[in-house]
């Protein structure tokens, strides 16, 4: 889905003394663990983005956490519509506050993403939140939750497949292996020959040799960039941070670069990691920057550990990467690995 944003000049003015508030605020919150899951604990399922446009995606969420051994729970809102949107505000962020409050639930997963998931932020119950950590998994517009309920509550939260979205074999690994088996996981994209010399498909490349080590933040690109100015992203100092993005063009691509930039945030960062840019041709016109470009503009001279294509973002095979988690990632190997658990054992 397309989800073009306008990052007004006033947003990035208040962005600055923004970052050194929360800087403050990360340096008194200590991590926050969820605990781990098991066949037969109840998920719970919601929409805090857009709404699903058949049945049948909600059907196919619950049906797919049954598989795994799960009791399902829905929000009470879930299938609900309000415009594009799954409810009105109150109600999604109402169902993401209930399930948090919720003690039989052990894990969070969203349906979908799309877009709607920030006008949430300022209602979240983030005490109730940080007195009940649990597993909450999604991407793309569900950034926007990652991102904030990190920086509020310290919480670990997980990148990954959406509830109705693909769960074919590598999926499924990649959620025992994290969640049933607590994993210290090691990402590296799966290597496919398809009868080639040369493998093409599912490479990494580097940008910038090295390894760093920080805890991973991230997520989609254009939901990031829109929170500039707020109070709801965690401190970039130190992190390695992560971005993939779906169905924007390379002007747009380096305009949120440009955001970033100007923010402060990427002369912050300790290393970074590209994942797949879904559908991000440029248009018509006289021509454009390419994302190779783009990230010798604004990457390279920072002078950090950094690769892309990783199996991240809106793509069928993806990893479930924590939000939060302590990592370490070799940009010449183009590999991501955990340095610590990132869930407890109660």
Sequence with gaps: MDRRRFIGGTALAATLPLLGIQGAMAATRGQLLAAGLAKGDTVGLVSPSSASSERLSLQLAQEAMEAFGFVVKTGAHYGARHGHLAGTDAERAGDLNAMFGDKQVKAIICVRGGSGAARLLPLLDYERIRANPKVLLGYSDIT?????????????????????????????????????????????????????????????????????????????????????????????????????????????????????KLMGALDKIAGFIFGECTDCSPGDGYGSLTLDQIFDDYILPLKIPAYRGAMIGHIKEQFIVPVGGKVEMDADAGTLRMLAPVLSTA
Aim: charged residues 25%; aromatic residues 10%.
């Design 144 to 260: 926007a939750l990652h991102c904030a309920i990190h920086a509020r509550t310290g919480l670990v939260t997980f990148h990954g497949q959406i509830g109705a979205g693909s769960w074919n074999r590598f999926n499924v690994d990649q959620f025992e292996r994290v969640f049933f088996k607590r994993e210290l996981m090691q990402y590296q994209n799966r290597s496919e020959n398809d009868d080639e010399l040369v493998p093409r498909d599912n490479r990494t490349l580097t940008i910038r040799g090295g390894k760093a080590q920080g805890e991973l933040i991230g997520g989609n690109l254009t939901v990031l960039t829109a929170l500039a100015g707020s109070p709801y992203l965690p401190d970039f100092t130190g992190k390695i941070l992560f971005l993939e993005d779906v169905a924007e063009a390379p002007y747009r691509i380096d305009r949120m670069f440009s955001t970033l």
